[in-house]
């Protein structure tokens, strides 16, 4: 990959749970040689905890504010990709903040393969633990239904077949 020096790329991935943003981070920070971060990461991190620990004991609220703290250290950062958190498009100006600061791409696979990779970890994922697949399905498809107008807004969407190495290298020869 030849990319200008002067060229930083500040790319933010956002999408729901199981989308493959933690692949691609790392896929993409190689790419780029610059750093990949996964903002739930950060958040555990920052706080000495699990972001289950966090929901059960904070609670939702205490863990947006958490997570859209964080997401803004990134304005001092010159390059990096960051794989965010599902929901974090959706709260205070996360997703117009992360358009004035990078570039954002929606990363939007089928319902069907969200679940598929997300029944093995739904113990690790406060909002999913205690659903059962069938409740996964509707439950994945109804968030996604919330958020789709935060995603939207993302500069890139990519779907179905659109997810690949070869549309991500495309998008970073058309950015750089």
Known sequence: MNLNNDIKPKIFL???MGSGKSYWTKFLSK???????????????????????IFAEEGEEYFRKQESKILKWF??????????????PCY????DWMNKNGLTIFI???????????IPEKAHRPLI??????AL????????????????QAKIKLCGD???????????????
């Open 129 to 134: 633990c205690n659903l059962s697949d069938e």
């Open 75 to 88: 304005k001092e950062k010159k390059s990096f990709v960051l794989g965010t958190g599902g929901g974090t």
């Open 31 to 53: 790419k780029l040689k610059t750093g990949g971060y996964d903002l739930d990461f950060l958040i555990e991190s920052n706080e000495e905890k699990t972001i289950a620990e």
């Open 92 to 95: 205070f100006d996360n997703m």
């Open 162 to 176: 659109e997810i690949s190495e070869k549309q991500f290298l495309k998008i970073i020869k058309d950015y750089a």
């Open 14 to 16: 956002v999408g729901m």
């Open 137 to 152: 399905f509707q439950f994945l498809t109804q968030k996604r239904l919330d958020r789709l107008a935060s995603y939207q």
């Open 108 to 118: 939007d696979p089928s319902i069907s393969q969200l679940v598929e990779r997300l």
